[in-house]
């Protein structure tokens, strides 16, 4: 689904990924662990452009990203993204937040982009917020409202940028309680995350990053129960 | 003190604030549109564009207004650019849109870092959400950045609305018979200076404060939606 061959990525003279070779299966959900600084969440954004890579490419579903002639705003359509600080659009109501995109770039109707907008509230628990402003909600609540903004264009893969890690701790759960269901619907995940519970736990591929490059990857049997390289097993002894 | 001299001259006032009202309308349109393609260029990736938007607004921010008004009414028909004659709405056309104009470029620059100042302060996360749900830059600016930007610059953008109101008593020089030329006007015919001074003063005031009443009323009505 997604190939990543030789990525890097320079800001100015930082050369944060020295390289990165991967490839993300449809279904997979494939968790990033590693230490702050380790470029964990640049990989994540150059998979949907919002970092432009500074060598290597990165190929979705036999197209190129990287390359200058493809058209990423139809590319994105297809990508999901929910990001650590939930950047919901304080001048909308939830409804407005979640139909704009698909109203304005797949030129759906009102009628049915509501419809359908109601349908995704519902399954995360959330439709009598519908008219409700981001600024009236929890922490939590604004997340889940996130991660429906993003499904509601019916995306083929979802990147999640540490979506937890702004939260207060009694709201992480039924944030990764959404993304647990999801991942168990068979949507293909991308997620950047410190919670190694839900990483061990949903993650089908562990990747653990280390400044700039995938150390070691496996099962979260492996990773978590065997780690081989040394920076891997100094992270988890810090962090479980 | 004596203020006899309104009931000769009292209608000088009426058409002077006519003139002033219909000079600032003009301003402010041509001031915000200058402003918006200005700030839009300085945020631009383009360097050549951006670089174009910068000189403009640090020349025009340096220079003096009766400079860049003498420049576009005595200077620019030397060279060739005569506004054109239009005696259906003012016998004296070209100077009209000459002060206008003037007043146009002189407010733009403002204008623009109005603008520039508020689109920078919404939230990058915001505009990264938007494009990265596939929507292009300009449906990003329309629907999510500018909205947000607008409610940030509605006070300074009102603030600049109400100097452009009292700057274009300067075009008074070049003869236009706003507010300020015919307090001057009467001062020269009655021989009195500070009744027809205060007048006009006092006609500034009460066309400033109800404006900024006026931006007050939609700054609280904007705000109510949040």
Same mark, same amino acid.
């Given at each position: 689904m997604i190939e990543i061959k030789g990525l890097h990525k320079h800001f100015g003279k930082l050369h944060v990924l020295r390289g990165i070779d991967n490839f993300i299966k449809k279904g997979e959900v494939v968790c990033i662990i590693g230490p702050s600084g380790s470029g964990k969440s640049t990989f994540l954004r150059c998979l949907n452009l919002l970092e432009q890579p500074t060598g290597g490419e990165i190929i979705f579903e036999g197209i190129s990203i990287t390359d200058k002639k493809t058209d990423i705003n139809i590319l994105r359509q297809r990508i999901g993204m929910v990001f650590q600080q939930f950047n919901l659009f304080p001048h909308m109501t939830v409804m407005d937040n979640i139909t704009l995109a698909p109203m304005k770039l797949k030129g759906m109707t009102r009628q049915d982009a509501e419809a359908m907008a109601m349908k995704l509230l519902k399954r995360v628990g959330l439709e009598e917020k519908a008219s409700s402003y981001p600024g009236q909600l929890s922490g939590g609540q604004k997340q889940r409202i996130a991660i429906v903004r993003a499904l509601a264009m019916a995306p083929d893969v979802m990147l999640f940028d540490e979506p937890t890690s702004s939260l207060d701790p009694e709201m992480v759960g039924e944030v990764l309680d959404v993304m647990k269901t999801l991942a168990s619907e068979g949507m293909t995940m991308v997620v950047v995350t410190h919670e190694m519970g839900f990483a061990r736990e949903v993650g089908d591929r562990i990747l653990f990053m280390d400044e700039g490059v995938i150390r070691e990857e496996g099962t979260p049997a492996e990773l978590f129960g065997n780690p081989r390289h040394p920076r891997t097993r100094e992270f988890l002894s810090k962090v479980l | 003190?004596?203020?006899?001299?309104?009931?000769?001259?009292?209608?000088?006032?009426?058409?002077?604030?006519?003139?002033?009202?219909?000079?600032?309308?003009?301003?402010?349109?041509?001031?915000?549109?200058?402003?918006?393609?200005?700030?839009?260029?300085?945020?631009?990736?383009?360097?050549?564009?951006?670089?174009?938007?910068?000189?403009?607004?640090?020349?025009?921010?340096?220079?003096?207004?009766?400079?860049?008004?003498?420049?576009?009414?005595?200077?620019?028909?030397?060279?060739?650019?005569?506004?054109?004659?239009? /005696?259906?709405?003012?016998?004296?056309? /070209?100077?009209?849109?000459?002060?206008?104009?003037?007043?146009?470029?002189?407010?733009?620059?403002?204008?623009?870092?109005?603008?520039?100042?508020?689109?920078?302060?919404?939230?990058?996360?915001?505009?990264?959400?938007?494009?990265?749900?596939?929507?292009?830059?300009?449906?990003?600016?329309?629907?999510?950045?500018?909205?947000?930007?607008?409610?940030n610059i509605l006070p300074a953008l009102g603030n600049e609305f109400i100097v452009v109101l009292k700057e274009s008593s300067i075009v008074s020089v070049i003869g236009i018979g706003e507010l300020m030329f015919r307090a001057n006007t009467i001062r020269g015919i009655t021989f009195l200076a500070f009744g027809p001074l205060v007048v006009a003063a006092l006609i500034y005031f009460v066309l400033t404060f109800s404006l900024s009443k006026l931006l007050g009323v939609v700054e609280r009505r904007m705000r109510a939606g949040d």
């Open positions: - | 003190m004596n203020f006899s001299f309104l009931s000769e001259y009292g209608y000088f006032y009426v058409e002077g604030t006519r003139i002033t009202i219909i000079l600032t309308i003009f301003t402010v349109f041509f001031g915000v549109i200058i402003g918006i393609i200005l700030a839009l260029m300085r945020l631009s990736k383009f360097s050549l564009l951006k670089f174009i938007s910068v000189a403009y607004i640090e020349f025009i921010r340096g220079t003096p207004l009766l400079v860049q008004v003498y420049i576009v009414v005595y200077g620019l028909p030397q060279l060739g650019i005569i506004f054109p004659e239009f /005696p259906l709405l003012s016998d004296d056309f /070209p100077r009209f849109m000459g002060a206008v104009v003037a007043l146009s470029i002189n407010s733009g620059a403002y204008v623009a870092e109005i603008i520039r100042a508020g689109i920078q302060a919404v939230d990058k996360g915001q505009t990264e959400a938007a494009r990265s749900l596939g929507m292009p830059y300009w449906l990003t600016m329309r629907y999510v950045v500018l909205p947000q930007a607008f409610k």
